[in-house]
């Protein structure tokens, strides 16, 4: 042991090292979990950016569909984000109590879905329509 003095030098720029070694570790960790913590935030973030955007997107669609005749049956269409829209138009074959048949009522059916990080998200919507004819 020419090289390893107890009191000298050589041991102390090891203990020097090992210390130098430790911190870096211990900030390493501290990084990794503040960048995976910032990851999670930014996809929870972008989920509800998205459930503002397919909310809207359905109230829009919801209200065009009052503006034009609609036809019983079902439609699927997908916009460029990939959401998926199921709209069911089906009609309503109701009385009053009257025993009057009310005419022109739909029942109007939304279902919503699209991938997000949770897993696929589904959102359900229905609107009664009664629409006069022209």
Sequence with gaps: MSGAKLNGRPMKK????????LALGVFSVAAVGLLYSLN???ERAYDC????HVREQTASRLAELRLFPLKP????TT???GVRYQLNVEPLHLQNCHG???ANLFRVRMTVSW???GGEWVENN???VRQTPK
Excluded: P, Q, R, S
Excluded at 14 to 21: G, R
Excluded at 73 to 76: A, E, R, S
């Design 14 to 21: 090891a203990f020097l090292l090992l210390e130098v070694m």
């Design 40 to 42: 999670a935030a930014m």
């Design 49 to 52: 950016a998205m459930v503002g």
């Design 73 to 76: 049956g079902k439609t699927v």
């Design 79 to 81: 916009d460029e984000h």
């Design 100 to 102: 009057v048949d009310l």
């Design 115 to 117: 991938n997000a990080h």
């Design 126 to 128: 229905e609107i009664y």
